[in-house]
């Protein structure tokens, strides 16, 4: 809004030595940077000398409105305000911010403006005029709204005179007393009705206490600003014969500290920082104490696997871990029972500064805070402290929004902040390089397969986010401890190293497969003395998956045959995979059908005659490019997915399985004449979508000119398409006749 203006007449005297008086104030008149109609113009800037004992007023017959908040410039303005004060600049800040007031006021817009009057304590402003109308008349046309320095603020009419002054030990308050002045002279009387019409015009109250022995009352605002406006506007006003005194609820310094800390919006904030404070203070240590106690003791299995398979892997693996960390990210990638998990825990077992984070249960980001806070020693929790503000909630309704209402992100940032701290402490007892040392081990166990699942949830912004500052935090951290990400599905690694912060970095890649056949040789022959010539029709079914070798083993040693223990767990594979495959609840799950069982015997059938298949050709050759379909047989342990020189093929889940396959197709001749005529009749309803295709285009094509020579091309052409699609059709239902018949 336009400044305070007075125009002065050149006297042959600078501007900026002209001084104006008046009867109260005296000004000094500045050059504003503003110009208007080419003209110079000047605005006001009210103070009092030292010893100068006049106290301004509002004069009789003078207007005024009262102008709320004018001194609140924005959500930094008390601290602007504590930062003058605690510099001993405290008349300077006045000064500036009474200068910016008074600027915003001009007599052009404000027709019969007198002058301007601050009262800084209450954090406003008495705007006095010439006559009681012409404020009226201005109130009326600003619709009880001024701007001061871009912000609009409300403007109240003045009824009485108010009473303006600073003294020191009254300060504003949210509760007002009303008086009569001479009661025995006067006949109205104090009543809730008379009081609420009078006063809430200026805020919302919150009660209304009349003392009719004494003509008293108390009225209690909402808020400080609301009260303020109707103290400074009543006071003194005259209704009828009767005149009233409004002043503050005069309390002491201390009472008025304590009315101030009554106030939410004070209170609230103030424990939220004394709580921050503590946990700061208290809560810090004491998790870093814990975490160093669970990392220095390392990481113990309940039931360690006394099985000496994979213990090549165990001893590379030791030997890798016993050497100094060279900024480099591990990563293992393993189909379930190959026996990844296995020489981990062997690896990990009674072994200092170990850390094993299993994610293969975690379905949420909440999840994976409270195993990660669990796995790494981090107490207090975040639970548990959210469990006592929850408790303090109920005496302080709004706590928890100012007290640790930490995101998950914010969360995982200051676990990782405290394991990089324990990881610093106990890193200086370690030796130099090149020395062996039980050097500190992070492994994330299925971790591949919490990725994976994130990736297709209902949280992907809220976990990338939280993979990001896992990602973010590992890079760095592999200078100090090795990290080890692990898990059994390819997606999930393959999500994992394509992460821009992983594609810096140097990373190790580990594919572990089932066992050859040798291994599966010496290892039959070591643990049921059976000769070479009973495991040659034995180990090609079985194959190399360590969990099936550990089954077969068990069952043999329980007496039964190994060639019916065999065709026993053959068997098992086919149930299972007419269960998960053609039924049951991945067939029938609310969220709809994952795969369409016809896609699934075509890949059964190809997988058969090829034993492999790469993942693109099957991809699109029997999903129809249903990636999501494809993934979730994956996922669902009925395929798995390797790669091979670089390219993805699938193969079944186990030899087991590729048994059980083969039996589908060439045992099961109910299975397979269901599916086969399935199959037909989902081909030929994919051939005549697209015979009505072309159908309906050459429709529209007989509207076109005949003698357009490109429009008979493609005629032609589409003629052609229809002969060949009702060829495909007519020998499809050719065979699913057939079928039917069988």
Known sequence: MSQLLYRFSSNGRHP???????????????????????????????????????????????????????????????IERIFHNMMGKRAEF??????????????????????????????????????????????SSTKGKVEINGIEKNAYYVQGRPFIEDLSHVHPQHSLIVEIVDPAKSVQRLSN??????????????????????ETATITFSSLSSAIS????LHMKTIGDTKFNVKYDPVTRIQHLMEQLKNPKILIPLLGILISSSIYLLVGPARITSVTQKVTRGHKEDHLPTSEMRDDLFISYQKKFRTAPDGSITIITGTSGTGKSLFLKKVLQNRRFSVRVDCRSIK??????????????????FSSLNTVINWLESFIPGLKKTALSQ????????????????????????????????????????????????????????????????????????????????????FGEEMLLTHPFLRRSKIN??????????????????????????????IPSLGGRISDIEAFISRVNSGSKPTDVVHEMISDAETTIRNTGFGGKFLTASSGKKW????????????????????????????????????????????TAEKLNGVLYIFAFSSLYYKGMEKLVKESPKLKRGLDIAEKKADIAKDMDEINKIEDELAKLQDHDTHNSSIENRKSHLFLQLAHFNARVEKKENDLRAIEKT
């Open 407 to 490: 995101s998950t992100k914010i969360q995982l940032q200051s676990m990782l902040r405290t394991l990089d701290q324990v990881l610093f402490l106990v890193g200086a007892s370690f030796p130099g390089l090149g020395r062996e040392f039980d050097y500190p081990v992070i492994v994330f166990d299925g971790f591949h397969e919490m990725l994976d699942s994130w990736e297709k949830g209902s949280e992907i912004e809220k976990s990338r986010e939280l993979i990001e500052t896992l990602l973010g935090w590992a890079v760095p951290s592999s200078q100090r401890s090795h990290i080890v990400f692990t898990g059994e599905n390819i």
């Open 94 to 139: 006045v000064r500036k911010k009474q200068e910016i007031v008074t600027n915003s006021f001009d007599e052009m817009i404000f027709p019969g403006l007198r002058n301007v009057i601050p009262s800084f304590k209450e954090g406003g402003c008495f705007v006095v005029f010439v006559s009681k109308d012409q404020a009226k008349q201005v109130l």
């Open 230 to 233: 109707g103290r400074n506007c």
């Open 193 to 214: 009705e008379l009081l609420y019409n009078e006063f809430r015009v200026f805020g919302k109250l919150q009660n209304i206490k009349v003392d009719a022995k004494r």
């Open 16 to 78: 900026n030595d002209f001084i104006a008086s008046n009867s109260h104030l005296r000004t000094i008149i500045r050059p504003n940077i503003a110009h208007k109609e080419g003209k110079k113009s000047y605005a006001t800037l009210p103070f009092k000398d030292e010893g100068e004992n006049k106290v301004p007023k509002i004069k009789d017959g003078q207007g005024a409105i009262w102008i709320s908040k004018a001194y609140f410039f924005g959500r930094f303005t008390g």
């Open 364 to 381: 949420t980001v909440n999840d994976f805070i409270e195993v990660f806070g669990d796995s790494i020693g981090f107490s207090p929790s």
């Open 509 to 538: 890649v580990h594919h572990i497969h089932d066992l050859p056949y040798n291994d599966v040789s010496k290892l039959l022959r070591k643990h049921l003395k059976l000769s070479e010539e009973e495991l040659k029709p034995i």
């Open 596 to 639: 369409n069982p016809v896609h699934l015997w075509k890949a059964i059938k190809a997988i058969v005659e090829n034993h492999s298949v790469r993942y693109d050709e099957l991809l699109f050759l029997c999903f129809n490019g249903d990636n999501e379909a494809l993934q979730s047989l994956v996922t669902n342990k009925i395929f």
